[in-house]
């Protein structure tokens, strides 16, 4: 038996070596010779890198697309949104007038050219079929550069019905409609000739303009847009108190005062007339 102390240090094989010998196998560095190098400029393609998952939590094996996506979705989460425009609604840029408003360009416009306001007369409760109806032959009488708004000036009004309060559209000018154009034979033909016209406000035959202060006026009372109380009763009248202190309490109107929306009742407490001021709401006509 060879002595061991005269084999060269470092030369003794390890595990592996002993066992490639034991069964024969070719070591790996000989089938690595047996293929084509490399170039050394070459660089090993990069592993996949495995999705990253949320700071502290742990993703069992095979579960690692899952956490992918919740990564996603966090993020695109916490990105800055858009803001949400209610379905229907329609954005107008800065500086563009709502459908239906007119510029004060194009309104001076019009009225160099001879616009103006009239009333024209129509079987009541036909206000919105006339409009309607006039809005069709405006188009189908190429009428649109004389003839151009028609209005049915109505308010909200707050009303006080057994008890419930709710809010109706009431007519301002029962019976009538008002038209922006410019007159002439062809156009009066139009408005005049339309279903459920009755005919122009005027003297006589000759239809007559309404002034500018009466249209601003009529303008400004459309803009407000506050509901008005409906009264039911006037100066004088039996009315009864539905609720407050004086609830069930009955008394006659002494003094209406619209500007504070509030009417002045007299109540008969203790033998004695007493004036109580009340809100519209808080009376109701016996």
Same mark, same amino acid.
């Given at each position: 038996?060879?002595?061991?102390?005269?084999?060269?240090?470092?030369?003794?094989?390890?595990?592996?070596?002993?066992?490639?010998?034991?069964?024969?196998?070719?070591?790996?560095?000989?089938?690595?010779?047996?293929?084509?190098?490399?170039?050394?400029?070459?660089?090993?393609?990069?592993?996949?890198?495995?999705?990253?998952?949320?700071?502290?939590?742990?993703?069992?094996?095979?579960?690692? /697309?899952?956490? =992918?996506?919740?990564?996603?979705? /966090?993020?695109?989460?916490? =990105?800055?949104? /858009?803001?949400?425009?209610?379905?229907?609604?329609?954005?107008?840029?800065?500086?563009?007038?709502?459908?239906?408003?007119?510029?004060?360009?194009?309104?001076?416009?019009?009225?160099?050219?001879?616009?103006?306001?009239?009333?024209?007369?129509?079987?009541?409760?036909?206000?919105?079929?006339?409009?309607?109806?006039?809005?069709?032959?405006?188009?189908?009488?190429?009428?649109?550069?004389?003839?151009?708004?028609?209005?049915?000036?109505?308010?909200?009004?707050?009303?006080?019905?057994?008890?419930?309060?709710?809010?109706?559209?009431?007519?301002?000018?029962?019976?009538?409609?008002?038209?922006?154009?410019?007159?002439?034979?062809?156009?009066?033909?139009?408005?005049?000739?339309?279903?459920?016209?009755?005919?122009?406000?005027?003297?006589? =035959?000759?239809?007559?303009?309404?002034?500018?202060?009466?249209?601003?006026?009529?303008?400004?009372?459309?803009?407000?847009?506050?509901?008005?109380?409906?009264?039911?009763?006037?100066?004088?009248?039996?009315?009864?108190?539905?609720?407050?202190?004086?609830?069930?309490?009955?008394?006659?109107?002494?003094?209406?005062?619209?500007?504070?929306?509030?009417?002045?009742?007299?109540?008969?407490?203790?033998?004695?007339?007493?004036?109580?001021?009340?809100?519209?709401?808080?009376?109701?006509?016996?």
């Amino acid at each position: 038996m060879p002595d061991d102390r005269n084999r060269p240090q470092g030369t003794k094989p390890d595990a592996a070596t002993l066992a490639q010998r034991l069964f024969r196998d070719e070591p790996e560095d000989r089938e690595r010779e047996a293929e084509p190098a490399a170039p050394e400029s070459s660089q090993p393609a990069a592993a996949p890198e495995a999705p990253e998952s949320p700071v502290g939590v742990l993703v069992p094996p095979g579960e690692e /697309a899952d956490a =992918a996506e919740a990564v996603q979705a /966090a993020d695109e989460s916490a =990105a800055p949104q /858009a803001p949400v425009t209610a379905e229907g609604t329609v954005e107008l840029p800065p500086g563009v007038a709502t459908p239906g408003e007119v510029s004060a360009e194009d309104e001076a416009a019009r009225a160099a050219r001879g616009a103006r306001w009239f009333v024209i007369h129509t079987y009541s409760g036909y206000e919105n079929k006339v409009r309607t109806n006039l809005e069709r032959r405006i188009a189908s009488m190429g009428q649109a550069d004389k003839i151009f708004r028609i209005l049915v000036p109505t308010e909200d009004e707050i009303e006080i019905k057994d008890g419930k309060r709710r809010i109706a559209k009431k007519k301002v000018f029962p019976g009538y409609v008002l038209v922006e154009m410019i007159m002439d034979d062809d156009s009066w033909y139009v408005v005049r000739n339309t279903p459920g016209v009755t005919g122009f406000v005027g003297s006589g =035959a000759k239809p007559l303009p309404l002034q500018d202060r009466e249209v601003k006026t009529i303008l400004k009372q459309l803009g407000d847009e506050t509901p008005k109380f409906r009264i039911t009763y006037q100066k004088g009248s039996a009315v009864r108190i539905n609720s407050g202190p004086f609830m069930d309490f009955s008394g006659v109107v002494d003094e209406i005062l619209p500007e504070k929306e509030k009417v002045r009742v007299l109540v008969s407490i203790f033998g004695r007339e007493t004036p109580v001021e009340l809100d519209f709401a808080q009376v109701e006509k016996i």
